[in-house]
Structures are given as structure tokens and as C-alpha cells.
């Protein structure tokens, strides 16, 4: 089994499982002594928690994530989202008044056609 070198790029600490046990990366940390057995390398890797390699190195170099823009971005995702269920509660409602429109419409509709038809025709 080969140590890779892993940085960890979500926003809050994560596990890792290495051959010794598990170690905690905080968010922006990168180890380079890290022993996975391959199973555990293809588990981490699916995550996208963590960068690998070369990669790491450079999420290591990046600038690491303000917590005041995390904050802020999580209030604009929660607005945004309000926002969407709102577009979604005023489009059930519309889809609602919508049918009931038809209904009336075609009841009017036929009142009309009884209403048109030639005497000798009425039933």
C-alpha cells in the first residue's frame, strides 16, 4: 500500500480511513503520509471531500474558504430556495384556478350549445 498525499476541500473537517486508523483532516488540510489500502482510496475518492496527488498540492495552495462567505452563500442558497418552493406553492396554485376555468368553461359550453340547439332538436 502506497501514502498518498490528501487535502481536504469541502468547507468542515472529514475522516479519513487510513491502514492505522482513522485520521480527521480540518477543512484546508493536507497530509502527504497517508496510508489507504485501495478500497479505502476508491471510497475517499468518491466523496469529492478530498483532493489526491498532484491536485492536492494545489487545493493545498489555494485560498482557503472564508467562513463569513460561507455564511453568506448558505443564507443566498436558503433565499434562493424559499424562492423556488414560493414559484412552486403559486404554480399548483394557478395549475388549480386553470382547471376549474376549464370546467366552468365547458359547462358554460354546453349550456350554450342546449341553449342554440333548434327547437325540434331539444330534448
Given at each position: 500500500?502506497?501514502?498518498?498525499?490528501?487535502?481536504?476541500?469541502?468547507?468542515?473537517?472529514?475522516?479519513?480511513?487510513?491502514?492505522?486508523?482513522?485520521?480527521?483532516?480540518?477543512?484546508g488540510e493536507?497530509?502527504?503520509?497517508?496510508?489507504?489500502?485501495?478500497?479505502?482510496?476508491?471510497?475517499?475518492?468518491?466523496?469529492?471531500?478530498?483532493?489526491?496527488?498532484?491536485?492536492?498540492?494545489?487545493?493545498?495552495?489555494?485560498?482557503?474558504?472564508?467562513?463569513?462567505?460561507?455564511?453568506?452563500?448558505?443564507?443566498?442558497?436558503?433565499?434562493?430556495?424559499?424562492?423556488?418552493?414560493?414559484?412552486?406553492?403559486?404554480?399548483?396554485?394557478?395549475?388549480?384556478?386553470?382547471?376549474?376555468?376549464?370546467?366552468?368553461?365547458?359547462?358554460?359550453?354546453?349550456?350554450?350549445?342546449?341553449?342554440?340547439?333548434?327547437?325540434?332538436?331539444?330534448?
Open positions: 500500500m502506497a501514502k498518498h498525499t490528501i487535502t481536504n476541500t469541502s468547507g468542515g473537517p472529514r475522516m479519513v480511513n487510513t491502514t492505522t486508523g482513522a485520521v480527521m483532516l480540518k477543512a493536507t497530509r502527504d503520509d497517508l496510508e489507504l489500502s485501495d478500497a479505502e482510496l476508491k471510497s475517499a475518492k468518491g466523496t469529492d471531500w478530498f483532493a489526491f496527488g498532484a491536485r492536492a498540492a494545489k487545493a493545498a495552495a489555494a485560498e482557503p474558504v472564508n467562513a463569513g462567505d460561507l455564511d453568506a452563500l448558505t443564507k443566498q442558497v436558503a433565499a434562493l430556495t424559499k424562492q423556488v418552493e414560493d414559484s412552486n406553492t403559486a404554480k399548483v396554485e394557478a395549475e388549480k384556478k386553470l382547471a376549474d376555468a376549464e370546467k366552468e368553461n365547458a359547462a358554460l359550453t354546453k349550456q350554450v350549445e342546449e341553449l342554440t340547439k333548434p327547437a325540434d332538436k331539444k330534448s
